[in-house]
Structure formats: structure tokens, C-alpha cells
């Protein structure tokens, strides 16, 4: 899962802990039962769905309704993440959000055990909503720091860390043991009591937290209610909308040509040239965002019914879904002592740059697939289960040269009195990704296995050529940065 960025307002510091202030082991335990939770039932949230809502379909039809709704999911969970920063900002208060966000979780991920699709896309909906407003963790992280603090970047490390922990942990309990032994339904439970013990102990601590008692612009006493009834409201049209795909394609491809038109009218209306070339500078790092995240969310939604029906493995498929928060425990450390060591010694590439090679190796990891379903296909029509795992691998080093990266950017890229609303377009970005994502998912389910040989060789090919793309045109992008590092 990707981590947000903290903002530049810190406001205390506190007693220390292993070299970190208290409270922020407090947010990690958080953050890891979260994830938890999330990663959970994401683990097998498409199977579930094409098994228990879409089986009277032929089989393609069903695999593609179960992609379409996945990728609605992530759609409209990092869509929501806007709203509820706002509302974070201005009407609760950002640790009353993050305390009501994870109790209204609990509650649609119980809901989601429920029988019957409408109400599970009720609760889908509503934990997606839910989620929107615990959008301030990631600011709480930062503000344990003075912004002076040089252990700032060791803690959002250690977030990092704590999101993939809680990610590769969660896919063995429920999916693993729940899910395939008591059918994946009961596997919300569980994911429900991550998020029961990330509520505890937030609740348990949050009035030590360095916002706690800070009034937000529009807040009054009546405003938790007030949210939660709008939750509970918003709940129903925001399952029309996973149930209709193709109207919500329609609305988060809308919402973006709104966004970058916002910019370009607002560079216009600055007239500040150098302020111009970083918004082009970011829109086209956004672009390749956008691309790097259709491509590695396969892992979720086509790669993962790839595994159910075409790999023989000594494990149940849905633990292919803790490689990649596996492999970013083992690697996010030693790549990010990595770029300052090339820094020292002149060859550290520049952040364009490293969205090409992003771009590149998780193209090539769609190589190593296509090359499986080629010379390593047995006579069964099934692959042996490495080439998976080296999937895997080549998208998470990708993502760990593009993603933290990305977001620190973007700060910097954009003008001062704009930088919110541009941090939160490029995590729309990722909700762009999702719906794109199910778009390219949704080829691979007519054909057998020859559907997903045609489309990996198309995630290669068509991948490679926009990361060589970006890899010759990085000087250019870099002077349109104006210095920004």
C-alpha cells in the first residue's frame, strides 16, 4: 500500500522510545492493525466475489465482473481519501477522524460477512467511506517531529515498514487459514478484529496525540453525528456506483480532466513561468504514476485468479499476496540507503529517471510471466510457481524506486498555497490506476491461458517502450523541475 506524505507542521516533540518519540510507536501499532485489515480480505476479495456473486456467469464473464468491482473498490477508496482529508481539516478535527474512521470500519467489514451482494456492496461502500477519513494517520506521524527533526525520514521509514507488516501478515490468517478453511466470507472477521485492535489502541492513547483538543474550522459538537449520518447516507449511491462500473470510469476520468484543467488555469492566471514547467513537470510524473500503478495492481485482481487457475504451487494462491509487502520489508531499507550512496558518488539517477526505471521493471516482470506461460507451460496448462514470486519482485524494487520518491516531490513541485490539493490529486492518481487497472484485467479472462499470454506481452512491450520514453526524456523533465530535487 502506498504511504502518504506528512505535512510541514509539526507541533511537538516527545519523549523518546528506541530513539523515536513515544506516541510514535502508538501510531505504528496502528497502522499496522489497518493494514491489517486492509490487506486482509483485499488478499481475496475479487475470488470471493466472482465465486459468491458472479458463478452464474460463464466463467470469463464472472472473472471480469469480479476485476471491474475490484478495481471500483480502489477506485473509490483513494477517491474518498480527498474527501475526508477535508473533512479531516476542517470539520473533526484530524485525530476525532482517525478515531471515527477505524470504529465505522469495523462495522462494514463485519457487514461484508453478510449474505447477499446488495449488502455487501452496502458495506464495501460504507468501509470505503469509512476509510476516507483516516486520512490524517500519515500526518500524525510527522507531527511527533520538529520540522527540524533529522529522525523524520527514519520515522516515516518505520510507517513504511508498518504498513507492510501489517499487509504481509494478513494474508496468511485471512485468507490462508479463514478464508480457504472456513470459506472466504468469515474471512472479513479477522480483518475485522485488526482493525478492533487498531481502534483499542488508538483510543487508548489518542488524547496524548500532539492535535488532540485542536478545533477545526467548522467544528461543533454536533459534528460527529453529522458525519456519521452523511457516511451512512453517501453509503447507498456509493454502491450504485461499484455496481456500475462503467458510469464510474466515466466520473473518475472526469474528475481527473477537472483537476489537471485546475492547474493549467491556475498556472495561467500566476503567469509565473518556472511554476508552469514543475505543474507540467508533475503532470507527466502523475502520468507515469498512473501507468506503474494499472500495471503492478494486477497483482491483486487478474494475477491473482492467474495463480488460483494456471500455477501449481506448495501454498494456497492467496499467499502470493504477502510477497510484495515481503519482499518491501526485506528491500525498502537497503534501497533507501542506496540512492545516497550513488548521491556520494555522482550516479544517482534523478527522480524522472527513477520513474523510468520503475516503469522498466515492472514491464519486465510481465516478461518474466510472458516467458513462463511460453517455455515453462505444462502439459496440464499449468506453470511451475517461481516465476510469480520473480514477478513480484520486479514490480516491488519498481515500486521503491518510484513511490516514496513520488510523493516527496510533489510537495516541492507544487506552489505553496496549492501543495494540499496537489498531494491529493496524485493520490487520486492511484484511483486512476485502479480503474485503468481493471480495464487491462478484464482482457485477460476470455481464452485460458492465452488471454493472460497476450496481455503480458502487451504489459511488456507497450511498458518498456514508455519507460525508455521516460528514461531518454529525464533531462528534459528535470529542467522543467527548476532545481527541485
Not at 508498518?162 to 474471512?187: D, E, K, M, Q, S
Not at 478545533?215 to 456506483?241: D, E, H, K, N
Not at 558518488?345 to 515492472?362: A, Q
Amino acid at each position: 500500500m502506498t504511504p502518504q506524505v506528512a505535512n510541514e507542521h509539526s507541533t511537538t516533540a516527545t519523549s523518546d522510545f528506541l530513539g523515536h518519540p513515544r506516541m510514535l510507536w502508538m501510531l505504528l501499532a496502528t497502522t499496522v492493525g489497518i493494514n491489517f485489515a486492509f490487506y486482509g480480505f483485499r488478499a481475496f476479495l475479487a475470488p470471493y466475489v466472482a465465486d459468491a456473486f458472479f458463478s452464474a456467469l460463464p466463467h470469463a464473464d464472472a472473472l471480469k465482473q469480479a476485476n471491474f468491482l475490484f478495481a471500483g473498490f480502489g477506485a473509490l477508496l483513494y477517491a474518498a481519501t480527498i474527501v475526508g482529508g477535508w473533512v479531516a481539516d476542517n470539520v473533526l478535527g484530524e485525530v476525532q477522524a482517525l478515531r471515527l474512521s477505524l470504529w465505522l470500519a469495523i462495522v462494514g467489514l463485519v457487514c461484508m460477512a453478510l449474505p447477499g451482494r446488495e449488502a455487501f456492496l452496502l458495506a464495501l461502500a460504507f468501509y470505503i467511506l469509512a476509510s476516507g477519513l483516516g486520512i490524517p494517520l500519515t500526518v500524525l506521524i510527522g507531527r511527533n517531529y520538529l520540522n527540524s527533526d533529522p529522525r523524520r525520514d527514519a520515522g516515516y521509514t518505520l510507517f513504511y515498514l508498518a504498513i507492510n507488516l501489517g499487509a504481509f501478515v494478513a494474508p496468511f490468517v485471512c485468507a490462508n487459514w479463514i478464508g480457504v478453511h472456513y470459506g472466504f466470507r468469515w474471512g472479513f472477521i479477522p480483518a475485522a478484529v485488526g482493525a478492533a485492535a487498531a481502534a483499542v489502541i488508538f483510543e487508548w492513547k489518542h488524547r496524548r496525540v500532539a492535535t488532540c483538543g485542536e478545533t477545526a474550522r467548522f467544528q461543533r459538537r454536533w459534528s460527529t453525528p453529522v458525519v456519521v449520518v452523511i457516511t451512512v447516507l453517501l453509503s447507498y449511491p456509493c454502491m450504485l456506483l461499484l455496481s456500475h462500473p462503467s458510469v464510474l470510469a466515466i466520473l473518475v476520468y472526469a474528475l481527473m480532466v477537472l483537476l489537471v484543467l485546475y492547474f493549467i488555469v491556475s498556472s495561467v492566471r500566476r503567469g509565473d513561468r518556472v511554476q508552469s514547467h514543475r505543474y507540467l513537470a508533475m503532470l507527466l510524473l502523475f502520468i507515469a504514476l498512473v501507468l506503474f500503478w494499472a500495471w503492478s495492481l494486477q497483482s491483486a485482481s487478474s494475477l491473482n485468479f492467474f495463480a488460483r487457475d494456471y500455477v501449481d504451487a506448495p501454498f494456497n494462491f492467496t499467499l502470493y499476496q504477502s510477497a510484495n509487502p515481503l519482499y518491501i520489508l526485506i528491500l525498502a531499507i537497503p534501497i533507501a540507503i542506496l540512492w545516497p550512496w550513488l548521491e556520494k558518488r555522482g550516479i544517482n539517477p534523478s527522480t524522472p529517471r527513477k520513474f523510468g526505471i520503475g516503469l522498466l521493471l515492472v514491464a519486465l516482470g510481465y516478461g518474466v510471466m510472458l516467458g513462463a506461460t511460453h517455455f515453462l507451460l505444462r502439459s496440464d496448462g499449468h506453470i511451475t510457481w517461481w516465476p510469480l514470486l520473480v514477478c513480484y519482485l520486479f514490480s516491488t524494487v519498481g515500486e521503491l524506486s518510484l513511490s516514496p520518491i513520488g510523493y516527496a516531490m510533489i510537495g516541492k513541485l507544487a506552489a505553496p498555497n496549492e501543495a494540499s490539493l496537489a498531494m491529493g490529486g496524485w493520490f487520486f492518481g492511484v484511483s486512476v490506476a485502479y480503474d485503468l487497472s481493471g480495464q487491462i484485467a478484464a482482457m485477460t479472462t476470455s481464452g485460458g491461458i492465452a488471454g493472460y499470454t497476450h496481455v503480458f506481452g502487451l504489459l511488456l512491450w507497450v511498458g518498456v517502450a514508455i519507460a525508455v520514453i521516460y528514461l531518454v526524456a529525464a533531462p528534459w523533465i528535470v529542467k522543467l523541475m527548476h532545481g527541485v530535487r
